[in-house]
């Protein structure tokens, strides 16, 4: 990961010269990465990972823009988000403050109280080592709490809480809809998620895409039944790049392998926790300053909140039949797609939505042309790939999924072309920078 650890960070800081380290960008990236640890071992899906990183890096910037003159606060700006009240600042060291507010939401939006408390005393230790004074730290802390508190209001009124008791999928029998899927046959997953409150979207069928070809398994020579096989052709034939690529954006956080009899769990960062990660490396590689790595977290990471409601408005909508399923009733009752297919419904593709909303935030922050090294798989033992532009890595990212069989072209195409104008509106909607 780009972010390196803090002993690294304040290895050649001095005693009571602690600008450097405490204004130190890898250090906010440091933090999102111990989150995304948390988000991991956990087993959350990824949509309920995007509500996670969503909270938290808008508390960690609305302390930024309390602060620093440049960034202008999100409330209002989120309609339904009220501004934060007066509280004092005194010997409030406001990028401390960003990483314990961080920390507090993070924890407390989904996570069982201390998840997060090893890493914050760590936090709180290190900044000691590095000379911050005990008054600094206090009065970052108490800042950091009453912002926490505030987003945290403010979150539980966004009908996560209510959706844990809505009512199960109902599964249909009828041809060319969804049905569980090997080897988990799990029960469709977050069939209510487009009821959670947006952060930008007017609605959550604001950005509905193109509808996907119309079902037909009698006609072979109809665009759908065209891109079924094109599922398995592309499935039966993959090159060793193309393995590599569904490899690399498979981002299952919860795989389950069968070995006979035996079953077992793997588990990697979900689609929204891989590009948190994008968002350390791309600030990274361009020069970003602390505040500016946060605003960037922070509008990526509200981008692909809304774009996961946005894409599972339209799955469950459609409720389109994945095609494993359909190959194995009609074609090859022994295929298996490269990787392991989620269960919900296919159209259209969540990871190319949420991709090329997210892809166009980052352009806005650090432009069309930043070439980068994604390392985010290397500790799951998966090489890097070198990525020409955020929107390449989109398109990327969303031809993994016919590369592991487990979409259809169009699931691609439509979410890719929702999911960018979804983020090139929260680009116009949302202005962080003065």
Not at 49 to 76: M, Q, T
Not at 156 to 183: H, M, S
Not at 305 to 316: G, L, M, P, V
């Amino acid at each position: 990961m780009v972010c390196m650890t803090i002993c690294l960070l304040i290895s050649c800081k001095q005693k009571g010269d602690y600008s450097s380290y405490i204004s130190n960008p890898f250090l906010y990236c440091n933090t999102v990465k111990q989150l995304n640890n948390v988000v991991l071992e956990n087993n959350f899906p990824p949509m309920i990972a995007s509500r996670n990183y969503v909270y938290a890096n808008i508390a960690a910037y609305e302390v930024v823009a309390s602060f620093d003159n440049r960034f202008v606060s999100l409330a209002g700006q989120i309609k339904h988000l009220p501004a934060f009240p007066k509280t004092d600042t005194a010997n409030v060291s406001y990028q401390l403050a960003a990483l314990l507010a961080f920390c507090k939401v993070g924890e407390a939006v989904t996570f069982p109280e201390g998840s997060m408390q090893t890493y914050v005393d760590k936090i709180k230790h290190d900044a000691d080592s590095a000379g911050v004074s005990s008054n600094v730290i206090n009065a970052s802390q108490r800042f950091a709490d009453s912002m926490s508190a505030h987003i945290i209001r403010w979150s539980k009124k966004d009908n996560y809480l209510q959706l844990r008791t809505a009512p199960k999928f109902a599964i249909t029998t009828d041809e060319g809809r969804w049905v569980p899927t090997p080897p988990m046959y799990a029960q469709a997953l977050e069939p209510h998620w487009m009821e959670i409150r947006p952060m930008v979207m007017d609605s959550a069928s604001q950005f509905k895409p193109t509808p996907h070809p119309t079902y037909s398994i009698s006609n072979i020579s109809s665009d759908f039944y065209k891109a079924l096989l094109e599922v398995k052709a592309i499935g039966d034939s993959l090159t060793e790049e193309q393995k590599h690529i569904a490899d690399f954006w498979d981002d299952n956080p919860f795989k389950m392998n069968v070995s006979g009899h035996i079953m077992f769990a793997t588990k990697k960062f979900s689609p929204s926790g891989h590009w948190m990660n994008i968002v350390g490396i791309g600030a990274q590689k361009a020069g970003a300053d602390f505040s500016t790595t946060v605003a960037a977290y922070a509008q990526t990471s509200i981008a692909l909140f809304d774009a996961f409601i946005s894409c599972w408005d339209e799955k469950y909508r459609s409720n389109l039949v994945r095609p494993e399923s359909l190959i194995n009733k009609y074609i090859a009752s022994d295929w298996q797609p490269y990787i392991q297919t989620p269960p919900f419904p296919s159209h259209t593709s969540g990871h190319a939505t949420i991709s090329a909303a997210a892809a166009e935030t980052m352009t806005n922050w650090f432009g069309n042309n930043l070439s980068f090294t994604d390392t985010s798989l290397l500790e799951f033992g998966i090489k890097n790939r070198q990525i020409e532009s955020f929107r390449l890595a989109a398109r990327e990212a969303a031809m993994s999924r016919l590369y592991g069989g487990i979409h259809y072209r169009f699931d691609n195409e439509h979410g890719t072309e929702a999911g960018a104008r979804l983020g090139e509106f929260i680009v116009q909607r949302l202005k962080l920078k003065k």
